[in-house]
């Protein structure tokens, strides 16, 4: 069965540094990859997507994620994070794209920022 | 644009009563899908609906649990009788595709449930 892998519950930066969420996948074809950002209190907003094609992805708010097929990972990376990022940050797959498709989320990681 | 709508934003409620929470997706939007977010089990995906028919339910997790989506702009998730272990954060997500969750979804607020 398909599933979703964050190893790190909960994660401590200092403002300024650079930051990697890890993200790994099981599932026998490429699956189409998510990372989603919640801030306390709201619901879950896209980060970015990847789909095919590049396996660097651009994200918004100056977030990247590289796909690594032999790795089965999709980790996210930000080279200089701000008091701002600190939230839950989820991973998520679906295999395929159909009607039928399924989203499997991760169990999440939390970010906290160190002044 | 409004977003997804969800009502109430906290519910507070004794077990065994009935409970009925509402969301209304973005205008234009065909897919619906609702959520459960608790500590100990993480974000799950409770029932998944594309131009108001349920497509996959096998997340909903008891009789007890009902959901419906009447027309393109509302639905309902319900829970009778209510238990302490259904309190949760709800969310309702909405997007364009007929494609699971395989394209972006835009989440509501949510609504924080509690049964005492």
């Not at chain 1, 660097?56 to 080279?79: D, M, T, W």
């Amino acid at each position: 069965a398909q599933s979703v892998t964050q190893p790190d519950i909960h994660i401590t930066v200092s403002e300024g540094a650079s930051l990697e969420l890890r993200c790994n996948y099981s599932y026998g074809a490429t699956p189409y990859l998510f990372w989603y950002v919640q801030s306390p209190g709201q619901g879950l907003q896209l980060l970015l997507k990847y789909f095919s094609g590049d396996t660097l992805v651009q994200g918004i708010k100056g977030f990247e994620a590289e796909f690594k097929r032999s790795q089965s990972s999709f980790n996210l990376r930000k080279p200089s994070v701000h008091w701002s990022d600190a939230a839950e940050y989820f991973c998520a797959v679906v295999m395929g794209y159909s009607s039928a498709s399924k989203i499997i989320f991760g169990s999440g990681t939390r970010l906290s920022i160190r002044p | 644009d409004a977003g997804v709508i969800q009502s109430p934003r906290h519910e507070v409620t004794e077990m065994g009563q009935e409970v009925t929470l509402r969301c209304k997706p973005i205008s234009g939007h065909n897919s619906l899908f609702w959520y459960r977010q608790t500590m100990m089990r993480g974000l799950e995906l409770l029932i998944y609906f594309n131009n108001n028919v349920p497509i996959d339910d096998s997340g909903m997790p008891e009789d007890r649990f009902s959901a419906k989506m009447p027309n393109a702009s509302f639905s309902t998730l319900k829970i009778q009788p209510s238990e302490p272990r259904d309190s949760a954060v709800y969310f309702c997500a909405s997007t364009w595709a007929s494609s699971g969750g395989a394209d972006t979804q835009y989440f509501g607020p949510g609504t924080r449930l509690t049964v005492l």
